[in-house]
């Protein structure tokens, strides 16, 4: 049986063209054409991955996503409309793990959604069981992550960004390098994903009482380090 994904949109025409598409490409794809129905179904039921739309009725898909993110790391890719950059900021910034603009091709959906199920996939880690740096720890087999022994509850982007960086502490990784290692995709003109995942990194090791920061080396990328 194929990987398990639920995709929340109103369309009825569009879903049924996408999930037509993605089960023919071998996903096991259910739909949700209404938003309330499809977030407690994500929340009882077990699902691989989201697709989940922004503009529904009754409740956009930012709401969905903001109450998926109190209770699940579940991969959520968005469907935002076309050159609404504000749209996909606010959703990266909600915990989505990539975006796709509609109108959207069903190979290049398809694609997106097997590089971020892939990702959550756990590492072999080759006898090599965290990774650690300072009072950060991360399980690359597990997919767990903690700071000073508090789990921080990564999505799968925010964690593949944080082990790429912790990997190599003190380091500059270019946002290109960033791009293609850890989302698993190039970066394209005026796209804030990674700088949008890095905020949201941030906020989550502050809140966990600090001891590693991520730098901004200016026109060039990022850094961990430890405090001071």
């Known amino acids: 049986m194929g990987l398990r994904v ?3 949109d109103d369309d009825a025409a569009f879903t049924a063209l996408l999930a037509e598409y993605l089960v023919g490409d071998g996903f096991a794809c259910e739909t949700a054409s209404n938003p309330i ?3 407690e179904r994500a929340l009882t039921e077990r699902f691989d991955a989201v697709i989940l739309d922004v503009m529904m009725p009754q409740m956009d898909g930012m709401e ?6 109190r209770e699940t790391a579940l991969p959520v890719l968005m469907l935002t409309a076309k050159g609404d950059s504000i749209d ?3 959703g990266l910034e909600l915990g989505a793990d990539d975006y796709i603009p509609k109108p959207v091709h069903p190979r290049e959906l398809a694609a997106r959604l097997r590089a971020v199920l892939r990702r959550q996939q756990p590492e072999a880690t080759g006898g090599v069981r965290e990774v650690a740096v300072g009072p950060l720890r991360l399980a690359p087999a597990s997919r767990q992550s903690w700071l000073s022994d508090q789990e921080l509850g990564l999505t799968v982007s925010e964690f593949d960004l ?3 960086l912790a990997r190599r502490p003190g380091d500059v990784l270019t946002k290109d390098e960033l791009f293609e290692r850890a989302l698993r995709r190039p970066r394209e003109p005026y796209d804030r994903s990674v700088d949008v995942h890095v905020s949201n990194l941030r906020q989550k090791l502050a809140a966990a009482g600090g001891g590693v920061e991520i730098e901004t080396a200016r026109a ?5 380090r430890t405090g001071a």
């Open 88 to 90: 996909r900021i606010v």
């Open 37 to 39: 129905e499809g977030l």
């Open 64 to 69: 969905v996503l903001r109450r998926l993110r």
């Open 162 to 164: 944080l082990l790429l």
């Open 6 to 8: 639920l995709l929340i």
């Open 220 to 224: 060039l990328g990022y850094r961990l």
